[in-house]
């Protein structure tokens, strides 16, 4: 796949060679259009997985290399009437909504896909299930009781609600604090933390800045409290643990869906689907300065960093 | 911006970070234990602390409004008056090219951030027990 990367120079013969990948689709059988929102590891490895399980002739478009012409490249995909379109990340998905409202979408390693999917698509976030998360925190953590998130109603709150029965199965109790600017995200981490026996980070674009996750960080270190983060950034920050996504297995999880859209499936009756697959990254040694016992069963797999 | 606190025998601290959150907790942290804890915000305001009334012990952070925590430790090291003075500096993680340029201003050891109260402390008592000025 390194050979899809290139330089902006290129541009024309890439153009040509996007093309090329389109008239080149081999006739018969089932014709898939792979629309990479750039040639990075993620998507090349979210594209190994899905290709594995969803066996068919597969054009590729790499848009990071389209230079301001992703969407006329995607209108010609579409115009050659692939039965199915991958889009692997957020720019991806964006374009080819864009370009489409007929031929079915499945995105994949997407974040922020809004609140109501076209009709049309279907997907594969790169969110780990919420409630795969819950159950991996009270192993981590076994004396955790109540968990406080902040979040922006606007983003993040369906993840919130998702959280909260699988909360009260494990014996926990999601403390939610809504806020809809940093200001008050940074309120609610002072204000709450006598309230919470740790904190669980949300990829939220209003309460998950720089600012914010510094100020958790210190005040939960100084309290002694936890702070799981949603990203391994954060746990090279000073988070003690994050769940990380496996790029193969979410592939694999769009190809599942893709092969039931395939199959005659509407995709606005699949909606999307959560990642449940992942590794765990932990930080050795903010772990140890709020007394996480690192010799349990889930630490062999785990990815441990900091100093 | 200088906040003083003058409690009655233990050794002296000043904290020298731009961030009210890891200066407060800081300050919280020596408090309870009995530390007279001075905070500066600004690089000039450091400098000023530090001739004024010489502490056993400083936290610095390397980004300062101002000035840098590493002038200010080189500075330390080159005045008779403070030659004494231990010096912490506050790092970020993963900025190991930090802490090297550190140690070559003179710096005594670093603290890694975020911290929790029973590591900076550990480092503060081993740093002070050591110092030619006194212990804590």
Redesign the interface.
């Given at each position: 796949m390194t050979g899809l990367r290139t330089t902006r120079g290129a541009r024309a013969a890439l153009l040509g060679a996007a093309l090329l990948l389109l008239l080149a689709g081999p006739a018969g059988g089932t014709e898939i259009a792979v629309l990479f929102s750039s040639d990075t590891e993620p998507y090349v490895r979210a594209y190994e997985g899905f290709a594995e399980k969803c066996p068919a002739n597969y054009w590729k478009v790499v848009l990071s290399t389209m230079a301001g012409e992703e969407d006329r490249v995607t209108r010609d995909m579409v115009g050659r009437r692939p039965d199915l379109i991958p889009a692997l990340g957020t720019s991806a998905y964006r374009v080819a909504v864009r370009a489409t409202d007929r031929i079915p979408i499945v995105f994949v390693l997407v974040l922020d896909y809004g609140e109501e999917l076209p009709p049309n698509v279907a997907g594969a976030s790169i969110r780990i299930d919420p409630a795969i998360q819950i159950q991996t925190f009270r192993r981590l953590f076994p004396e955790l009781g109540r968990l406080g998130v902040v979040f922006d109603p606007a983003n993040t709150a369906h993840i919130v609600e998702r959280a909260r029965a699988e909360t009260e199965k494990e014996g926990m109790k999601i403390v939610p604090f809504p806020a809809e600017d940093l200001g008050g995200a940074l309120r609610a981490y002072g204000e709450g933390e006598e309230e919470v026996d740790g904190w669980w980070l949300l990829p939220d674009r209003t309460t998950l800045t720089s600012e914010a996750v510094d100020f958790v960080l210190q005040r939960s270190l100084e309290r002694g409290v936890p702070v799981i983060a949603p990203s391994r950034k954060y746990v090279e920050r000073g988070a003690q643990a994050a769940l990380l996504p496996d790029y193969r297995a979410i592939g694999s999880l769009g190809a599942e869906i893709a092969l039931r859209i395939l199959k005659g499936k509407q995709p606005s009756s699949i909606g999307i689907r959560y990642a449940e697959t992942f590794r765990l990254a932990v930080n050795s040694r903010t772990a140890r300065e709020v007394s996480i016992d690192l010799s349990g069963s889930w630490a062999r797999d785990a990815l441990f960093v900091g100093d | 911006m200088e906040n003083r606190e003058k409690p009655g025998g233990g050794a002296s601290i000043l904290i020298v970070d731009d961030?009210p959150?890891?200066a407060q907790?800081l300050l919280?942290?020596f408090r309870r234990e009995g530390y007279a804890v001075r905070v500066a915000g600004r690089a000039e305001e450091a400098l000023a602390a530090l001739r004024d009334d010489p502490p056993d012990l400083v936290f610095l952070d390397i980004m300062l409004p101002g000035g840098s925590g590493l002038g200010i430790c080189r500075t330390i090291r080159e005045d008779p008056l403070l030659r004494g003075v231990r010096v912490v500096l506050l790092t970020?993680?993963?900025r190991e090219s930090d802490r090297e340029a550190g140690f070559a201003a003179g710096a005594d050891d670093y603290i890694?951030?975020?911290?929790?109260?029973?590591?900076v402390l550990a480092r503060a008592r081993t740093l002070l027990d050591s110092s030619p000025i006194g212990g804590a």
């Amino acid at each position: 796949m390194t050979g899809l990367r290139t330089t902006r120079g290129a541009r024309a013969a890439l153009l040509g060679a996007a093309l090329l990948l389109l008239l080149a689709g081999p006739a018969g059988g089932t014709e898939i259009a792979v629309l990479f929102s750039s040639d990075t590891e993620p998507y090349v490895r979210a594209y190994e997985g899905f290709a594995e399980k969803c066996p068919a002739n597969y054009w590729k478009v790499v848009l990071s290399t389209m230079a301001g012409e992703e969407d006329r490249v995607t209108r010609d995909m579409v115009g050659r009437r692939p039965d199915l379109i991958p889009a692997l990340g957020t720019s991806a998905y964006r374009v080819a909504v864009r370009a489409t409202d007929r031929i079915p979408i499945v995105f994949v390693l997407v974040l922020d896909y809004g609140e109501e999917l076209p009709p049309n698509v279907a997907g594969a976030s790169i969110r780990i299930d919420p409630a795969i998360q819950i159950q991996t925190f009270r192993r981590l953590f076994p004396e955790l009781g109540r968990l406080g998130v902040v979040f922006d109603p606007a983003n993040t709150a369906h993840i919130v609600e998702r959280a909260r029965a699988e909360t009260e199965k494990e014996g926990m109790k999601i403390v939610p604090f809504p806020a809809e600017d940093l200001g008050g995200a940074l309120r609610a981490y002072g204000e709450g933390e006598e309230e919470v026996d740790g904190w669980w980070l949300l990829p939220d674009r209003t309460t998950l800045t720089s600012e914010a996750v510094d100020f958790v960080l210190q005040r939960s270190l100084e309290r002694g409290v936890p702070v799981i983060a949603p990203s391994r950034k954060y746990v090279e920050r000073g988070a003690q643990a994050a769940l990380l996504p496996d790029y193969r297995a979410i592939g694999s999880l769009g190809a599942e869906i893709a092969l039931r859209i395939l199959k005659g499936k509407q995709p606005s009756s699949i909606g999307i689907r959560y990642a449940e697959t992942f590794r765990l990254a932990v930080n050795s040694r903010t772990a140890r300065e709020v007394s996480i016992d690192l010799s349990g069963s889930w630490a062999r797999d785990a990815l441990f960093v900091g100093d | 911006m200088e906040n003083r606190e003058k409690p009655g025998g233990g050794a002296s601290i000043l904290i020298v970070d731009d961030e009210p959150f890891i200066a407060q907790s800081l300050l919280r942290i020596f408090r309870r234990e009995g530390y007279a804890v001075r905070v500066a915000g600004r690089a000039e305001e450091a400098l000023a602390a530090l001739r004024d009334d010489p502490p056993d012990l400083v936290f610095l952070d390397i980004m300062l409004p101002g000035g840098s925590g590493l002038g200010i430790c080189r500075t330390i090291r080159e005045d008779p008056l403070l030659r004494g003075v231990r010096v912490v500096l506050l790092t970020a993680l993963g900025r190991e090219s930090d802490r090297e340029a550190g140690f070559a201003a003179g710096a005594d050891d670093y603290i890694t951030k975020p911290f929790s109260p029973a590591r900076v402390l550990a480092r503060a008592r081993t740093l002070l027990d050591s110092s030619p000025i006194g212990g804590a």
